[in-house]
């Protein structure tokens, strides 16, 4: 094992970037200046950050670095894809402990490396420094796309429907798994972590995807969301989003929000309530959009959507309508919350 401050901060940069390759034509200038140069002529640049902290995001004990690097990128990947965009470069940032050695961050870069490969996405800077409080993560993606095909979270309107990508609830299940294996494995040495027939929602905690194939597909239908957001915090928090930004409201129907078995079967064993861990888990990273009503026929073709309820006038409110029709229940912001 190498100590970091043998490299230095240069050295490591260097070691940690060697062999980078553009995959991007806007990358004009990457890594090795003192910042870096892209050129977007004629269309629109979208950033975003994301902080990883851990001990507040993540657990070491369970999260392998190479996971948690392709996580920490594809997160970012993310919300490009839910403005209907396309992700094309990332600067990184990481705050180290002295407990790390090279060999941990070059793992946690493999990942990095690994998401960036896999969706055609560019390392073109970040910074490194020391940390007394762990591991710190910080990414910011630059996306773009052309000035008409941009989707905020504001366009939503009355009689639209309410789509959703995937299934909802896995990766929250995912980590109440993790949860319990730590628990059970505390000062034991020779302990087993037993995942088996609940793969799904370990990897839907450990190694997240960010749905470009919905994008791409809902291209080639010829469809432009009206609104879209990603599900990182729940769907009932971005469903409030959605409708608080677009000033609607919204009818979404218990029976039609899509969950795997393995989640059922989770939150059956620990006796928690499926819908509410559907509703407010988190971290599924699906993309949670509106059509017209006149693309229902589209967006019905599209392999894996699903029209889960539609939008309403304001004074409506935002609700979920019970398995058996009959009753409503406000839709709350319950998912998670960072600074709490």
């Not at 004629?42 to 996580?71: A, Q, S, W």
């Not at 073109?124 to 095909?149: E, F, R, Y």
Request: glycine share 10%; hydrophobic share 40%.
């Amino acid at each position: 094992m190498s100590e970091i401050s043998e490299l230095g901060e240069f050295g490591l940069i260097d070691r940690l970037t060697a062999g980078l390759k553009n995959q991007n034509q806007a990358s004009e200038l990457a890594v090795g200046d003192d910042a870096a140069v892209l050129s977007y002529p004629d269309t629109r640049v979208l950033v975003t950050t994301d902080m990883l902290l851990e001990n507040v995001h993540f657990d070491l004990i369970y999260v392998p670095l190479k996971h948690l690097g392709y996580k920490a990128a594809v997160v970012n990947f993310s919300d490009i894809y839910a403005m209907n965009g396309t992700p094309r470069q990332i600067t990184v940032g990481l705050g180290i402990s002295k407990r790390f050695t090279v060999e941990h961050i070059e793992e946690l870069y493999a990942g990095i490396r690994l998401a960036c490969q896999i969706y055609g996405v560019d390392i073109v800077g970040g910074d490194t420094c020391a940390s007394h409080q762990g591991l710190v993560i910080s990414v910011t993606c630059i996306g773009d796309a052309k000035a008409d095909d941009v989707v905020r979270r504001s366009g939503a309107a009355d009689t639209d429907l309410i789509c959703v990508s995937g299934d909802l609830g896995a990766a929250y299940m995912g980590l109440q798994l993790l949860e319990r294996e730590k628990v059970a494995s505390a000062g034991r040495k020779d302990f087993v972590p037993d995942f088996a027939g609940k793969e799904y929602l370990v990897e839907r905690q450990l190694k997240p995807e960010a749905r470009r194939d919905i994008v791409e597909a809902l291209a080639k239908e010829g469809i432009r969301p009206t609104s879209m957001i990603d599900v990182s915090d729940g769907l009932s928090s971005e469903l409030i989003h959605i409708c608080r930004d677009s000033n609607v409201g919204c009818r979404v129907y218990e029976d039609r929000i899509p969950i795997d078995y393995q989640t059922a079967v989770m939150a059956e064993e620990l006796n928690m309530n499926l819908v509410t861990a559907a509703l407010n888990g988190g971290e599924d990273y699906e993309l949670l959009f509106t059509v017209p009503l006149t693309d229902r026929e589209k967006v019905e073709k599209i392999e894996g959507v699903k029209v889960i309820g539609y939008i309403t006038r304001p004074e409506l409110g935002s609700v979920l309508v019970t398995r058996d029709g009959e009753g409503e229940i406000p839709l709350t912001a319950q998912g998670w919350n960072p600074l709490k």
